[in-house]
């Protein structure tokens, strides 16, 4: 549990310093950088903001993972069991559960599927924006650099 904080904290404190590097640059007496290392820190940051928003919920899914069949009263798993009523309780069968995309469904005997926690729905979104952000962001900055490039040999033949 400590180590799932911990990895959350290096993953909001690795944004967070990256978000602040951005910033700084539009003080006034600083160089003004490349579109290609601005578009750069803009991805780390996009891609630290994912991580930081995945980490809770790939957390949340591997200890509800890891109180599955650890113990008396283990089965189903206790998040399995949390929010339903007793009848609902007593047919549940067993569960499925995914890190990517984060999902921790509860399945009855009869096949139905009852969802797990809709924080997991948003955190997938936002994890999915975020990461697509940081892949667009890297490949702007690849093109940036090269129409850098292609105008110096331009203006230098």
């Not at 944004?15 to 006034?28: D, E, H, N, Q, S």
């Not at 600083?30 to 809770?56: C, D, E, F, Q």
């Not at 206790?78 to 009523?85: L, M, Q, T, V």
């Not at 469904?105 to 599927?113: K, S």
Request: charged share 15%; glycine share 12%.
């Amino acid at each position: 549990m400590l180590s799932g904080l911990g990895l959350s904290a290096v993953c909001a404190a690795g944004a967070l310093i990256a978000t602040v590097g951005i910033v700084a640059m539009a003080f006034p007496g600083r160089p003004r950088p490349r579109a290609a290392h601005l578009l750069r820190r803009a991805a780390g940051t996009a891609a630290w903001a994912a991580a930081a928003v995945h980490s809770p919920g790939f957390l949340s899914v591997l200890m509800s993972e890891q109180a599955f069949g650890d113990g008396a009263d283990s089965i189903p798993a206790p998040a399995c069991r949390d929010g339903f009523d007793a009848e609902t309780e007593q047919g549940l069968s067993h569960h499925r559960s995914s890190y990517l995309p984060l999902r921790f469904d509860r399945v009855r005997h009869d096949g139905t599927v009852y969802s797990g926690d809709p924080g997991h729905v948003r955190m997938n979104g936002a994890t999915l924006s975020l990461a697509l952000a940081a892949a667009l962001l890297g490949i702007g900055a690849g093109h940036a650099s090269e129409f850098r490039a292609r105008k110096k040999t331009a203006v230098v033949s």
